[in-house]
């Protein structure tokens, strides 16, 4: 197993995250259980934050891109670690909001932000808007004048760079439903539109060119691509850069077959990004912009385990064998939908040898629904607690009440003890909002 900040093996050969043995939570609170490690959290974000700080004198703030885990919890840690936050819905401006997270470091998102998001954003009062459409500008400008107010916005563009976990390429023409192309000439023009607007004042950039990407040289690239923008839209339109946005997208551990980077090391990418913008600035003569970057999965996705119940083995000859747990793609959706890698272990016999070869299905009625494939692990037996790790990011935020299944319940551990975050779901939960018209009702007779 790799030797992780958060995550040990105790004197009972049972794994620990933050101090937490994990075969007494699954008892206390039950499987399927979503686990987060306080401390790994925070520490991730005051890298971030403390990088700005120490490298770019303090002018940028840290957004934690919320979509990747988001419950009130989160919002107040964030608060309590003074960065901000990126939300993409109004339900998560509403979290926000209800968790007391200040509006002014809301920053919100969406390629198709609907009216009444854009208006409840307007009513927060949030920091700024990232603007995806021409129609999205007409409509902040007009929720804007209607409040009597000047909405800060940026404009989201794509820098023509793409990355993959492992590579990155560069490309002409983007296909995306995101951003506005500079290459050919549509960023150009919607700057140029929003600049004319009276009630909506164009900040700058952003661009987020991918995830789970560990090559530092293709946000190097994307940097440099936009300053390059900036400043011949500075020539041209004589617009000014004040703030650039760069996004979110470092990978993370999920296997042995990614790199391992421990909480400090996520520095150096801030680091390199920063570089690139100074020189940039300075090889074009552009003022340095205010800095934004928004960490999503990096800062919460290795905090973060699920347990499960091993239950159901099925040993196909020569093919396959399963180990069923009472959890499945309605708690991580992830292996569905693009067959991603994770590391299950046996949390209560964390000490032992890997023997055989399984894959981990769920319990939904559905083929495709398995948490990995082909993994490593001891001879698994009924009632074992098997934990996936690197679940933190985009398992609670995607999971679903697919076959009538309970969403899991999230707890946090801080200093050995855990709490909920999220409660657990009852049944009564999931059936709340059916409604039997009166013709249906079962008669009494
Ligand atoms: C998803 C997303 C992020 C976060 O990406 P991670 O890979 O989780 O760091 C940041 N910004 C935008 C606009 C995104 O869509």
């Known amino acids: 197993m790799n030797e992780r900040e958060t995550l040990k093996i105790n004197q009972l050969g049972h794994l620990e995250i933050g101090g937490a043995d994990c075969v007494e939570l699954a008892q206390k609170f039950g499987t399927p259980l979503y686990v ?12 971030y934050r403390d990088t700005l700080k120490k490298h770019y004198e303090d002018n940028g703030l840290v957004l934690y891109a919320s979509k990747a885990f988001s419950c009130k919890a989160i919002y107040r840690i964030a608060d309590e670690e003074n960065i901000g936050v990126d939300v993409v819905s109004g339900g998560e401006l509403y979290t926000a909001l209800q968790a007391g997270f200040p509006a002014e470091r809301i920053y919100m998102h969406g ?24 129609s999205e500008i007409d409509k902040i400008d007009a929720e804007a004048k209607k409040r009597g107010i000047r909405q800060k916005i940026l404009l989201r563009i794509n820098p023509g760079v793409e990355a993959h976990t492992h590579a ?17 000439g549509t960023a150009e ?11 909506v ?4 950039y952003h661009c987020h060119i991918g995830s789970q990407i560990f090559e530092k040289q293709s946000f190097v690239l994307a940097v440099e691509k936009c300053m390059d923008f900036a400043a011949a839209m500075k020539e041209k339109l004589s617009f000014t850069l004040k703030t650039l946005n760069l996004g979110g997208g470092f990978g993370i551990w999920y296997t042995d077959e990614d790199r391992k980077i421990p909480p400090e090391g996520y520095a150096e990418y801030l680091e390199a ?20 970057l928004e960490p999503g999965r990096s800062i919460i996705g290795e905090a973060g385990v699920t347990l499960y119940t091993v239950g159901a083995i099925k040993d196909i000859p020569g093919v396959k064998k399963y180990i069923a747990v009472d959890g499945g793609m309605f708690d991580n959706p992830r292996y569905a939908l693009y067959q991603s890698k994770y590391t299950p272990i046996l949390a209560n016999r964390a000490d032992e040898e890997n023997t055989e070869i399984v894959s981990i299905a769920g319990k939904c009625c559905e083929s495709g ?30 999971a679903m009440n697919y076959n009538r299944n309970k969403i899991p319940p999230c707890v946090l ?3 050995g003890q855990a709490e909920y975050i999220v409660r657990p779901q009852s049944y009564e939960d999931i059936a709340r909002n059916d409604v039997v018209p009166q013709r249906l009702q079962k008669k009494t007779k």
């Open 201 to 204: 004042c164009l900040e700058g």
């Open 111 to 134: 390629n198709n932000k609907l009216d009444y998001e854009i208006g409840e954003a307007l009513d927060a009062g949030i920091g700024c808007i990232v603007a995806d459409a021409y």
């Open 189 to 199: 023009k919607i700057t140029a539109y929003a600049m004319t607007k009276e009630n």
């Open 369 to 398: 629904d398995l948490i990995a494939v082909n993994v490593a692990l001891p001879k698994a037996e009924s009632g074992d607690i098997l934990a996936v790790l690197s679940t933190g990011a985009y398992n609670y935020s995607m």
């Open 168 to 184: 990155f390429v560069q490309t002409a023409t983007t296909d995306s439903k995101f951003g506005f192309s500079i290459s050919d």
């Open 413 to 415: 551990v801080n200093e």
């Open 36 to 47: 987060f490690d306080e401390a790994y959290i925070r520490k991730m974000m005051a890298t």
């Open 273 to 292: 990004l920063i570089s690139a913008v100074k020189s940039k600035a300075s090889e074009k003569g552009l003022e340095l912009p205010y800095l934004l």
